[in-house]
């Protein structure tokens, strides 16, 4: 009898926590809220995402307020940047409107989330972070590809910075890893050696310029190096960084000068994996007319 009722316990109490899973999972599926689990990609939409891009269209900008970081950027297709006191004065005109049929991804996980969004040659990244308060956006980034190839100068590049110095003073351990990491990368892409290169990238990486007619992923970037042997390709010098670390996730955004062109406004996200920073994103917008 005694064996029986402990029995019985055991499966109420399993019943009880199974019911509590569900609920919890429930709520979370009606609040819009993603489940974090992990690197995982999330079910759209990211409600905090959703909210802000309807929000825009309505140009509530009280409730586009309460949903951006004090560090928040918004960088537009001709690379013109604002800070939040400047989009709250006057709320700039998304390139994707209010993002109706376009293609979306998510990477999620308990401190920041990705969101991209495309249609047609128009890509825009958003950037999402925990506080204390709640989700907030850091980054809003929109690259409007031109349709034309890069070009390459010929000959070797000499790559002082950013392949050996660069004018940035890590505040963390963490930061001077990444920088570590962004050299690694730079040198391999003027050495042509994607090998080098792909030990630092994440398998999932994924980028996009205005400077070329198609966005790049991690296999399709490793053979353009490889068929580049022939032509030097020009570094881009830094000119300016900021970091963002969120847990095992670095936000860094930058301005890049090409020895001949125009400025880059530069975002990239880095992962760290087994001891090593990858490289996971970075979305590259030419700014159109300088700026101080």
Not at 58 to 65: E, L, Q, S, Y
Not at 153 to 158: Q, V
Not at 267 to 273: A, D, E, P, S, Y
């Amino acid at each position: 009898m005694k064996r029986i009722l402990t029995s019985v316990m055991f499966v109420v109490a399993l019943f009880r926590f199974v019911t509590f899973v569900d609920v919890a999972t429930a709520q979370a599926s009606q609040s819009g809220d993603p489940i974090m689990t992990g690197n995982d990609i999330s079910r759209l939409p990211f409600k905090p995402d959703h909210d802000l891009v309807q929000a825009i269209a309505r140009k509530d900008i009280g409730a586009v307020g309460q949903l951006l970081d004090v560090d928040f950027t918004w960088t537009d297709s001709q690379g013109r940047t604002l800070t939040r006191t400047q989009v709250l004065e006057k709320l700039p005109v998304p390139a994707l409107g209010d993002e109706s049929q376009v293609s979306e991804q998510e990477r999620v996980n308990s401190q920041i989330v990705t969101h991209r969004a495309e249609r047609g040659k128009i890509y825009v990244l958003r950037v999402w972070v925990k506080r204390p308060a709640g989700w907030r956006a850091l980054v809003y980034q929109e690259v409007s590809q031109l349709g034309a190839s890069p070009q390459n100068d010929p000959g070797t590049p000499d790559c002082d910075n950013p392949c050996k110095t660069v004018p940035f003073k890590p505040k963390t351990e963490h930061e001077h890893e990444v920088i570590l990491a962004y050299q690694q990368v730079e040198r391999a892409v003027v050495a042509h050696d994607s090998a080098a290169w792909s030990a630092h990238i994440a398998d999932e990486f994924f980028a996009v310029t205005d400077n070329s007619d198609r966005p790049l992923d991690k296999a399709s970037r490793m053979a353009g190096l490889d068929q580049q042997k022939q032509g030097g390709i020009p570094p881009f010098p830094l000119v300016s960084a900021r970091m963002f670390e969120f847990g095992d996730t670095m936000v860094m955004v930058s301005r890049q000068q090409p020895a001949h062109g125009k400025p880059l406004h530069v975002t990239r996200v880095w992962i760290k994996q087994k001891g090593t920073w990858l490289e996971v994103l970075s979305y590259q917008t030419t700014i159109q007319t300088a700026v101080p």
